[in-house]
């Protein structure tokens, strides 16, 4: 009985060795299953790093470390800068007034939480809200250089002047960073305004929604 299954098999298994071989004579494309990758293990390791970092000063002051939220495997990833007071005590990126703004923002180009990955470029609060300084940059962006080589967005959005900054490697003010098409390393980038600045400036609402507008044109495309 285990002889015949096992001769059973074998002639399966040249029977679909020549099916393979017959089709790609005759140039047809053979499928096969493929593993998807995942990062989410790698992610999960990374964030565990990050909680426990002592980098720099503001380990001191931190209720808690803020890594991410949203869909890792999403096309789009935005980066902020540095979380405020609500994001301290949550744990997770702009979940405050800056955060609904946000998901405003992108609901108005039909964009739902799960089709984004949001992260900053500082994972721990500054005090007061200052902002972040050069060296506490310089520490911390290793973490979000890792973040985004294994999230792999196909499009990056940066929200604000320090996240542009970073991410397109200009020491340039935000009006001269938007409205341009930039790249980090190979991966497209948008800068617009931070939510943030928003709440204080409404009036430039309309502009940073033309910036949005461009961010769901490419992404069609991407």
Same mark, same amino acid.
């Given at each position: 009985?285990?002889?015949?299954?096992? +001769?059973?098999?074998k002639i399966l298994y040249m029977s679909n060795e020549?099916?393979? &071989?017959?089709?790609?004579?005759?140039?047809?494309?053979?499928?096969?299953?493929?593993?998807?990758?995942? *990062?989410?293990?790698?992610?999960?390791?990374?964030?565990? =790093? #990050?909680?426990?970092?002592?980098?720099?000063?503001?380990?001191?002051?931190?209720?808690?470390?803020?890594?991410?939220?949203?869909?890792?495997?999403?096309?789009?990833?935005?980066?902020?800068?540095?979380?405020?007071?609500?994001?301290?005590? =949550?744990?997770?990126?702009?979940?405050?007034?800056?955060?609904?703004?946000?998901?405003?923002?992108?609901?108005?180009?039909?964009?739902?939480?799960?089709?984004? &990955?949001?992260?900053? #470029?500082?994972?721990?609060?500054?005090?007061?809200?200052?902002?972040? =300084?050069?060296?506490?940059?310089?520490? *911390?962006?290793?973490?979000?250089?890792?973040?985004?080589?294994?999230?792999?967005?196909?499009?990056? +959005?940066?929200?604000?002047?320090?996240?542009?900054?970073?991410? $397109?490697?200009?020491?340039?003010?935000?009006?001269?960073?938007?409205?341009?098409?930039? &790249?980090?390393? =190979?991966?497209?980038?948008? $800068?617009? &305004?931070?939510?943030?600045?928003?709440?204080?400036?409404?009036?430039?609402?309309?502009?940073?929604?033309?910036?949005?507008?461009?961010?769901?044109?490419?992404?069609?495309?991407?």
């Open positions: 009985m285990a002889y015949n299954t096992f +001769l059973k098999s020549l099916n393979e &071989y017959y089709l790609q004579q005759m140039g047809i494309d053979v499928w096969k299953e493929r593993k998807i990758y995942s *990062c989410a293990g790698e992610l999960s390791q990374l964030a565990s =790093q #990050v909680s426990s970092c002592t980098r720099c000063v503001l380990h001191k002051s931190r209720t808690n470390t803020v890594f991410a939220r949203g869909n890792y495997e999403a096309r789009l990833m935005i980066i902020g800068e540095a979380p405020g007071f609500y994001e301290d005590k =949550q744990g997770l990126p702009f979940v405050g007034k800056a955060g609904g703004l946000l998901n405003q923002m992108l609901n108005s180009i039909g964009l739902g939480e799960n089709e984004v &990955y949001i992260a900053n #470029v500082i994972k721990c609060r500054p005090p007061d809200n200052r902002d972040p =300084q050069s060296d506490e940059i310089e520490q *911390c962006s290793n973490y979000l250089a890792e973040q985004i080589r294994l999230v792999a967005p196909k499009l990056l +959005l940066a929200l604000g002047r320090f996240a542009g900054q970073f991410l $397109v490697k200009q020491n340039a003010p935000l009006n001269q960073l938007r409205s341009k098409l930039h &790249y980090y390393d =190979q991966t497209p980038c948008v $800068v617009t &305004y931070h939510p943030a600045y928003l709440l204080r400036k409404p009036s430039d609402k309309k502009k940073a929604y033309t910036d949005l507008l461009e961010v769901r044109k490419m992404l069609t495309v991407l």
